[in-house]
């Protein structure tokens, strides 16, 4: 089992920055692969980065260059750094821990954090 807590949401106008971070609990935070979604209203949820239990990272084209995943395994932290915001970033922040197995995948989210790009 793992616990996920999300916070660093807030309030950013365009082209500022927020780093999100997510503590997680439970055993074995090493060898999960790490992620970052989100949803806004009326959209579907989104994977928006990912760093694998090997550091290999990728993200959705929207969000290349400006944002940064990474994670603290001695810690049990993902972070989400957001750079250079735009209004269509707007959306409820999740994070996600990931580990397949050969009949099923275990799936942890946390709760969400509110990111809102606006001036």
């Known amino acids: 089992q793992v616990q996920l807590v999300e916070s660093g949401g807030g309030l950013v106008q365009p082209g500022g920055s927020l780093r999100l971070s997510c503590a997680a609990s439970g055993s074995a935070f090493s060898i999960y692969t790490m992620g970052w979604y989100r949803q806004a209203p009326g959209k579907q949820r989104e994977l928006v980065a990912a760093?694998?239990?090997?550091?290999?990272?990728n993200y959705v084209d929207s969000v290349k260059g400006r944002f940064t995943i990474s994670r603290d395994n001695a810690k049990k932290m993902v972070y989400l750094q957001l750079n250079s915001l735009k209004p269509e970033d707007t959306a409820v922040y999740y994070c996600?821990?990931?580990?397949?197995?050969?009949?099923?995948?275990?799936?942890?989210w946390g709760q969400g954090t509110q990111v809102t790009v606006s001036s």
């Open positions: 996600n821990a990931k580990l397949r197995h050969v009949f099923r995948t275990d799936d942890y």
């Open positions: 760093i694998t239990s090997g550091n290999s990272t």
